[in-house]
């Protein structure tokens, strides 16, 4: 089992920042790769960023690429999602996740039915 805890949310300005936290707890040395999702009201689910466990390969949703960066802390158990230049289409509850075992390709991180656990989730609101 792999418990995940996410922090940091909140409401921000449009162009401003915030840093999500995802600390993991549990089988943590099991772990393939960890993702972050968002979604919004309405809305299904979409893939944000991922990384791989060892911290060596990174995957992001076109619409971040540049704003938002994805990391980890090993020594910490914890995954980061630093988010700049906010924008209102942002606004979403962003969710991490874990993946277990290898996946065939990259791709497949960005697909939720991927993933094996999932934490409770925290609120970003991007106001104009």
């Known amino acids: 089992q792999v418990q995940l805890a996410e922090s940091g949310g909140g409401l921000v300005q449009a162009g401003g920042s915030l840093r999500l936290s995802c600390a993991a707890s549990g089988r943590t040395f099991t772990s393939y790769a960890m993702g972050w999702f968002r979604q919004a009201p309405g809305k299904e689910r979409e893939f944000v960023a991922a990384?791989?466990?060892?911290?060596?390969?990174?995957y992001y949703e076109d619409s971040v690429k540049g704003r938002f960066t994805i990391s980890k802390d090993n020594a910490k158990n914890t995954v980061y999602l630093q988010m700049n230049s906010l924008k209102p289409e942002d606004t979403a509850v962003y969710y991490c996740a874990s993946r277990i075992g290898v996946t065939p390709s990259g791709s497949y991180l960005q697909i939720p039915s991927t993933y094996d656990y999932w934490g409770q989730g925290t609120q970003v609101t991007v106001s104009s």
């Open positions: 990384i791989s466990w060892s911290g060596g390969i990174t």
